[in-house]
């Protein structure tokens, strides 16, 4: 048995899309532990390119079964929408290879609409959302007023259990947002469209996890965000309500964390961030608009440009540390071909004092000077390097300081966006 779980190391957006793709070759089960619709991976296969929200992205092999597991936030709608894109464009979509948790918490109308109002309000912390419901569905979940896929199999249980919990939420709407009443009986009418398109996907996830990992079957474990988005170890309250790191996997899938075997942690060779919030190696000047232009650092959910920075080796240790990661996983660094000098932050300054850790509190975080080690740009196109040693030493440094610096080795490196511009240092599933 190998179970890989990759993991976003920074705020996510590190090009998980393509390498959970490449790895999904050598296993069987592929399941997203947490987030929702929030995430976006672009996946190049050949002329193709899909941009997948919800589904996880083994459902492009036909041999793999996909699952959405128990920690995931689920928009029916857009799910049941990417389903039927997919199988529109030749990608078979069945009971068989796409399993989703009847633990699921299920993102409603109301979600949305809260999302939304809290994030215009006036007296509010705008924290730059993607605003399809996230935070909104896991506080009803904490709150234990959610409504879970499971409830899609008992139309008059999701009735009950629905008009219990949108009557707070039509207050908060009406009375403190401004906003428009949400009648219940108008979602009730689309969770019967819900039910008949989903139902036959619902499935008890756990058990079949369970199984998988017994029976010696490979699972690899696909996350979405980044660790400084975790709920907990992230820059708090600019992150996302969920956990992107490994623990997050135990919880958001059901499997025992011993049953983890190898923690990939992702790397872009840069840094980016979207939303609000601290992000000491940002770059506001030509050269973080070269990298976004080059890395086409616009969000694949919502079409925001990313803020772009210096690499931070601060934020990458501290996800190998939490996360237990053993391989890294470098993505992107084609897009640092032509800067005359590249920048890795190896500690910061605050207030005076050198630390080598992201201060809990964002406005330590904010007050934090970066400190750099810098190396020799690359001129070389390196899309068509195949092993470290066809990287120029330029590049070659660069990595090798990285991992000097936060403690884990080098599985893998992409150098393009196509699958087959990615050199493997190590392989897993094997
Ligand atoms: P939410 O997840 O929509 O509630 O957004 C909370 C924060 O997480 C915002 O700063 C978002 O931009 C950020 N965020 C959520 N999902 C992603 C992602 O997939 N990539 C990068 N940032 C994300």
Redesign the pocket.
């Known amino acids: 048995m190998t179970n890989v779980a990759v993991i976003g190391t920074q705020?996510?957006?590190e090009g998980k899309g393509k390498v959970v793709d490449l790895l999904t070759q050598g296993a069987n089960l592929v399941v997203r532990f947490q987030?929702g619709n929030?995430?976006?991976h672009t996946l190049v296969v050949g002329d193709d390119t899909y941009a997948l929200h919800l589904v996880p992205s083994g459902i492009l092999h036909p041999d793999k079964t996909a699952v959405i597991g128990s920690g995931v936030v689920i928009d029916p709608v857009v799910l049941i929408e990417e389903i039927e894109n997919l199988r529109k464009r030749g990608v078979a979509i069945t009971p068989d290879n796409l399993k989703i948790s009847e633990k699921a918490h299920l993102i409603l109308p109301y979600h949305k609409a809260l999302d939304a109002a809290r994030e215009s309000a006036s007296f509010g912390q705008k924290?730059?959302?993607?605003?399809?419901g996230?935070?909104p569905a896991y506080e009803d979940k904490a709150s234990r007023l959610g409504l879970r896929a499971g409830d899609l199999l008992d139309l008059d249980g999701f009735k009950e259990k629905l008009v219990r919990a949108i009557v707070e939420k039509n207050h908060l709407l009406t009375t403190l947002y401004g906003q428009a009443k949400i009648e219940p009986d108008s979602i009730v009418q689309s969770a019967k469209i819900w039910a008949a398109a989903l139902s036959p996907f619902i499935a008890n996830t756990f058990l079949i996890i369970q199984k998988a990992s017994k029976t010696g079957r490979h699972i690899l474990f696909e996350g979405?965000?980044g660790v400084q988005?975790d709920i907990d170890h992230g820059t708090y309250p600019?992150?996302?309500?969920s956990n992107p790191t490994t623990g997050g996997v135990a919880v958001g899938s059901g499997i025992a964390p011993r049953d983890i075997s190898s923690v990939l942690g992702l790397v872009k060779a840069y840094t980016s961030r979207?939303?609000?919030?601290p992000f000491p190696t940002e770059l506001v000047n030509d050269i973080g608009e070269k990298i976004r232009n080059v890395g086409r650092e616009f969000g694949t959910?919502t079409g925001r440009p990313r803020r772009c920075g210096w690499l931070d080796a601060v934020v990458v240790k501290a996800a190998v540390e939490l996360c237990g990661i053993d391989w890294l996983a470098i993505t992107k660094l084609d897009v640092l071909k032509g800067l005359d000098e590249l920048k890795i932050a190896t500690h910061y300054v605050l207030e005076g004092e050198k630390i080598d850790y992201v201060p809990a509190s964002i406005s330590d975080l904010a007050k934090a000077e970066p400190v750099y080690e810098t190396f020799k740009g690359f001129d070389q196109d390196i899309t068509g390097a195949r092993s470290l040693a066809d990287l120029p030493k330029e590049a070659r440094a660069y990595l090798d300081r990285l991992t000097e610096l936060v403690g884990a080795k080098i599985a893998l490196v992409s150098v393009g966006p196509e699958r087959n511009q990615t050199i493997f240092a190590h392989r897993f599933f094997q």
């Open positions: 705020w996510g957006d987030g929030n995430a976006g924290i730059g959302t993607t605003g399809r996230i935070g979405a965000q988005l600019f992150v996302t309500s979207v939303g609000e919030g959910t």
